[in-house]
């Protein structure tokens, strides 16, 4: 059975602040790793890693897979007040395409 | 808005009464998902179709559920005799499917139901 643990589950930083998110996963087959961002409402793509990429960054955010340790950070700098929500990391394996979830990690970026 | 569309937002009903909740995917998309998603976890896989084959069931999905997508697009979701453990936010996705075309799934608002 697929499993995705994050850590930590939940972070307090000041505007401004550097943050990592950390992703761990097992998966049969590994196909691709997800990170979602999720305010009051659905999910919101963010990133996606395959074997073929090992990093991604769009602004502020980047991520990396790293998959001898199969895992992933999640990076976001200069960190701002809306940034603050719950980041999902998902792995889908080879031979199915739904995702396996993690808890998430709650982020909340205060002034 | 072209993005994955769901209908009701949020439904209300009581214990053993059936509900029915649509999805909307976005256009040629041709996977749709279905999750399930309670507070503090993350969503949780039910069901997915390629086009209008149901590919995937979550041994999770008791015979109360039960899902469509009769012509390949829109899809809905059925569950018979609500029990209040069905109190969940239902979410939809959808992705491409086509070879060669990135697949991450893109998620709908989601409905949120509440079994009394």
């Known amino acids: 059975e697929d499993k995705v643990v994050q850590s930590p589950l939940s972070l307090v930083v000041h505007e401004g602040d550097t943050v990592t998110l950390n992703c761990s996963y097992e998966v049969t087959n590994f196909r691709s790793l997800l990170w979602y961002k999720q305010e009051k409402k659905a999910p919101t793509f963010l990133f996606m890693l395959?074997?073929?990429?090992i990093e991604k960054k769009s602004g502020r955010l980047s991520s990396i897979l790293d998959k001898k340790e199969l895992s992933s950070i999640l990076n976001i700098t200069a960190t701002q007040t809306g940034d603050s929500a719950i980041y999902l990391c998902?792995?889908?394996?080879?031979?199915?395409?739904?995702?396996?979830f993690g808890k998430g990690t709650k982020l909340s970026v205060i002034p | 808005d072209t993005g994955v569309s769901q209908d009701p937002r949020h439904k209300i009903t009581k214990r053993g009464q059936n509900v029915t909740f649509r999805c909307d995917p976005i256009?040629?998309?041709?996977?749709l998902y279905w999750y399930r998603q309670t507070l503090g976890q993350g969503p949780e896989f039910l069901t997915y179709f390629q086009n209008e084959a149901q590919l995937e069931k979550s041994r999770l999905l008791s015979d109360r559920f039960s899902a469509e997508r009769p012509k390949g697009s829109f899809s809905t979701l059925e569950i018979q005799r609500t029990e209040q453990g069905d109190s969940a936010m239902y979410l939809c996705?959808?992705?491409?499917?086509?070879?060669?075309?990135?697949?991450?799934?893109?998620f709908g608002p989601g409905t949120r139901l509440t079994v009394l």
């Open positions: 998902a792995v889908c394996g080879a031979g199915s395409y739904q995702l396996t």
């Open positions: 395959t074997s073929s990429g």
């Open positions: 996705a959808s992705s491409s499917g086509l070879a060669g075309v990135r697949n991450e799934q893109f």
């Open positions: 256009s040629e998309h041709n996977r």
